[in-house]
């Protein structure tokens, strides 16, 4: 019988509907529920596409035997950290403060007002490792619990007391400058990998944001140190086996330091900002290779992503059916010589191997490997190839897919707008640029209430209940920007206020600093609050991101005062923690450049002269540069106000710091303008 996550609407708690386990959604009830029964909180934290959540799942909640011990002693409530991510934050900083470490699936006992004394992530059936099992776990905290109440409930309030003092302080009032930035720039160099591309050892994530800020530093200073390192780790990433070569599109992380073998789960929010920056490399550089790789990340997220609303689903599992009903990590993605011969016949099977690396050993397990694609000498036959690319696809696709969370997160959505808008309008893909509008329109329609204020998720067109935060306002915020610069559309640029008009009365205190969560938020043990840049912007950069571009856009002095406070944290973290404030420093590049503000005007947006002035300012490198396009007599954007034709043509204005360049109608000169 189902339990009662049968009525929620995040996938994940649905895939725990039918456990035996007694499971409760996150709410009052569930811990007024613990209080009747005087009996501890268990809190299990997880998400659609972990993989260790769903081993968890297999081997402790799916079990009858265990089930009814959790049931017997427990208020056990399941949490989807991409649905309530404020909860996660604040648990998770106490499993980090008590352990040293964290992950998913986090596992935390409570009191029934909601005090942690407990902590773990994965435990096994059986103890291995040093790790005690699960039901051990259980037995334990049971046994504190009965046996020495007092002595559990002191160590719950010093933990929950401690978590209050953890309040950051608001770093510097002051921006950071030109000695940071180069001084965060040395912390990346010394911890890159000049053999391998990427910073730090295994397992390495895709460094999206720190590339940015690297394209940014290098358009404004020229530093080719900064741009040697973009371009090396983008290329490593994109040859390496993290990148789906046959269908376009990221994974997670490589679990080894040269990019082979991937944590196969498929994540919005990496390929959205992973599209933007080899969109930003090519403009930066013209790289075929960041071309490919930028386009081809486009097409996957609006063929394997895109959901029947029109917005983008949140992730690919990392499992799926071997053929045998077994669910294995990988088994979609990878290939074993004769899978190839199968479906190549010897001759191409044999190219193809040697191609993609495929070898009899295998670079992955039981002999299989991970398709890359590496340096070699020679030349392939291109037709021959993209027919091998082609049929394997096609191969590929009688598998069983691996299975989609089709949670819509508005905040990923947001970063999925950006990212398609203006790779659709550097490479003239109309289709992208409309799947951009599509996601934007269904966030208008469903996650937007009357008061503008943002619903953190939806699913098949139904709003969850839950808010959103920080990085849902700042982000949903930056893609209607982009759209803005991108269509000349005025109505995103409004969007756009609306909600940032939301972070400064709701997510900022007196003092200018941000939080997580708003104001009027369900009160949590502590109010989240984290400025660095982790899986995605924090929500404290992505806002002091979109507060400097909407000033820029409007001249709004209150946003642009805000974007300055909050890139105080970036003044104190950035020359200490360079790999962690990654958007932070890009912004910080934007506020020394300016940013500059474009605006082109022209006879009718369809005009092709205007057309070619409008893309060559949206392909200037200058970092966060913001671009207006309409008519004269148009009122939609403010940049356009007083904005006249120059001898009747198209024209182009360029300012920056309250002052402006001479008008131009040569789209070289524009070019020349918006550099960097």
């Known amino acids: 019988m189902p339990n009662r996550l049968a009525h929620e609407t995040s996938p994940y708690l649905l895939q725990h509907a039918d456990n035996p386990v007694d499971w409760w959604p996150w709410s009052g009830a569930a811990f007024q529920e613990a209080r009747r029964r005087n009996v501890p909180v268990l809190l299990s934290v997880g998400y659609s596409s972990c993989h260790w959540c769903h081993v968890l799942a297999r081997e402790s909640f799916e079990d009858e035997t265990t089930a009814a011990y959790m049931n017997d002693h427990f208020v056990s409530i399941k949490v989807d950290r991409e649905e309530r991510p404020d909860v996660d934050a604040v648990y998770m900083e106490a499993v980090q403060a008590a352990t040293g470490h964290g992950g998913w699936p986090m596992t935390v006992f409570l009191t029934p007002d909601a005090e942690p004394f407990y902590f773990g992530t994965y435990f096994p059936p059986a103890p291995r490792h040093g790790m005690p099992s699960f039901r051990q776990v259980l037995e334990g905290v049971q046994q504190a619990w009965a046996d020495r109440r007092d002595e559990v409930t002191e160590v719950a309030g010093k933990i929950t007391r401690d978590l209050a ?26 911890e890159y990998d000049a053999q391998r591309g990427g910073f730090g050892g295994a397992p390495k994530f895709p460094p999206s944001m720190v590339i940015e800020f690297l394209l940014r530093h290098h358009a404004r200073t020229g530093s080719e140190g ?131 690396e495929v070898t009899e050993e295998g670079t992955f397990e039981h002999g299989s490997s991970v398709l890359q694609l590496p340096q070699q000498e020679g030349v392939f036959d291109a037709q021959r190839i993209e027919s091998i690319r082609r049929r394997l696809l096609e191969k590929r696709a009688g598998r069983p897919a691996p299975g989609r969370d089709d949670k819509v997160v508005a905040a990923w959505n947001g970063l999925a707008i950006a990212a398609l808008a203006e790779t659709g309008a550097y490479f003239d893909r109309p289709d992208l640029v409309d799947a951009a509008l599509g996601a934007a329109d269904l966030l208008v329609r469903l996650h937007l209430d009357e008061h503008a204020r943002l619903a953190r998720t939806s699913k098949d067109g139904r709003a969850g209940a839950n808010a959103g935060v920080l990085e849902d306002y700042a982000d ?201």
Request: charged share 25%; aromatic share 8%; with cysteine.
């Open 226 to 356: 900064a741009l040697q390192m973009a371009q090396d780790t983008c290329e490593r990433m994109a040859r390496g086996g993290i990148y789906d070569q046959l269908g376009g599109g990221f994974a997670r992380y490589s679990v080894d330091r040269d990019w082979v073998v991937p944590h196969f789960e498929k994540m919005l929010y990496d390929n959205a900002l992973l599209c933007r920056v080899y969109a930003h490399l090519w403009r930066a550089t013209g790289s075929d290779i960041a071309r490919r790789v930028a386009l081809e990340t486009a097409d996957f997220m609006v063929r394997e992503l895109r959901t029947a609303e029109g917005g983008f689903a949140s992730a690919l599992d990392a499992d799926s059916d071997d053929g045998t009903g077994r669910h294995v990590e990988g088994a979609y993605y990878v290939w074993t010589p004769e899978q190839l011969r199968e479906a190549l016949g010897a001759d191409d099977a044999e190219l193809a191997a040697r191609y993609f």
């Open 165 to 190: 003092q953890r309040e950051i302080s608001f770093g510097d009032t002051r921006t950071p400058g030109e000695e940071e930035l180069a001084q965060a720039l040395l912390g990346l160099t010394r």
């Open 476 to 676: 949903v915020a930056e893609g209607f920007l982009a759209l803005a610069s991108v269509t000349g559309e005025g109505v995103w640029l409004e969007f756009a206020g609306f909600l940032l008009d939301h972070v400064l009365t709701r997510f900022t205190d007196d003092s200018g600093t941000l939080y997580d969560t708003a104001a009027d938020a369900e009160k949590l043990i502590r109010r989240p609050q984290d400025p660095t840049d982790n899986a995605t912007p924090s929500g404290w950069t992505a806002a002091a991101g979109a507060l400097l571009s909407y000033a820029a856009q409007t001249g709004s002095e209150p946003h642009r005062a805000a974007a300055e406070r909050a890139l105080g944290v970036v003044k104190a973290l950035g020359p200490r923690v360079p790999r962690f404030i990654g958007w932070g420093l890009a912004v910080a590049e934007a506020l020394l450049d300016g940013p500059r503000e474009v605006a082109v005007v022209g006879p009718a947006l369809d005009d092709p002269a205007t057309r070619a002035l409008h893309r060559t300012a949206l392909l200037g490198t200058a970092p966060g540069a913001v671009v207006a396009v309409g008519t004269p007599e148009s009122d939609e954007l403010p940049l356009l106000v007083d904005r006249i034709l120059v001898g009747d043509e198209p024209t182009a204005y360029v300012c920056r710091n309250f002052t402006c360049d001479a008008p131009t109608t040569d789209p070289e000169r524009l070019r020349t303008a918006l550099s960097g």
